[in-house]
């Protein structure tokens, strides 16, 4: 079974994201989903002749993690995302979020200080908000490379692109500009579900 691309369009509007940048990133994502496939179907070949010892199979396994996080990652990345925003987790007082923000940094404010400092660090990668469902805690974390970094068994709450391609066209070297505008973006409501 083949994976397909999700449709993005509707974030096509969205504001502080000009179109020609949203269609160059739903491409960039679209190019993961093709990589995925076509590994896939490489690698079940190689199984499928024995050839479990040989640096092909090695390295296209290896391979294997950076197009399907690349992949998993966007999928995330544009779902949390919204054009009709609230912009503010703190418009949803006392949901369970907003909750366990508070009890991980003492505010929503220093939870969203910390976020965008992670995403403001230099450096290419993603900025997540992980929740420990084992310990009941949420994390900021900041991924590097697509398949290098995660915390095993936590879910990604919110997921944010820090990668050139997810700002440059629009902010220039201003990433801190377009991280003000992926948080007027993100759709709590998402988010919030994520934590189930």
Request: net charge negative; hydrophobic share 40%; glycine share 10%.
């Amino acid at each position: 079974m083949s994976y397909q691309p999700k449709s993005f369009d509707h974030l096509l509007g969205t504001p502080g994201f000009s179109d020609q940048l949203l269609k160059n990133h739903f491409t960039l994502y679209q190019g993961y989903v093709t990589n995925v496939n076509k590994l896939n179907d490489i690698v079940v070949a190689l199984e499928k002749d024995g050839k479990f010892a040989t640096p092909e199979f090695a390295e296209l396994n290896r391979r294997f993690g950076w197009e399907w996080n690349g992949m998993r990652l966007h999928e995330l990345y544009f779902g949390n995302m919204s054009p009709k925003s609230s912009g503010a987790a703190s418009g949803h007082a006392g949901s369970a979020l907003e909750e366990k923000m508070i009890k991980e940094w003492g505010s929503y404010e220093a939870w969203e200080k910390d976020f965008k400092a992670v995403g403001s660090m230099r450096g290419i990668g993603w900025a997540i908000l992980y929740l420990d469902k084992e310990a009941d805690r949420l994390f900021n974390v900041w991924i590097n490379e697509h398949d290098v970094g995660h915390f095993a068994g936590c879910t990604p709450i919110l997921v944010m692109d820090v990668f050139e391609h997810a700002f440059i066209l629009d902010y220039g070297t201003k990433r801190a500009d377009y991280i003000e505008s992926f948080m007027k973006a993100v759709d709590w409501g998402v988010v919030e579900a994520r934590l189930i």
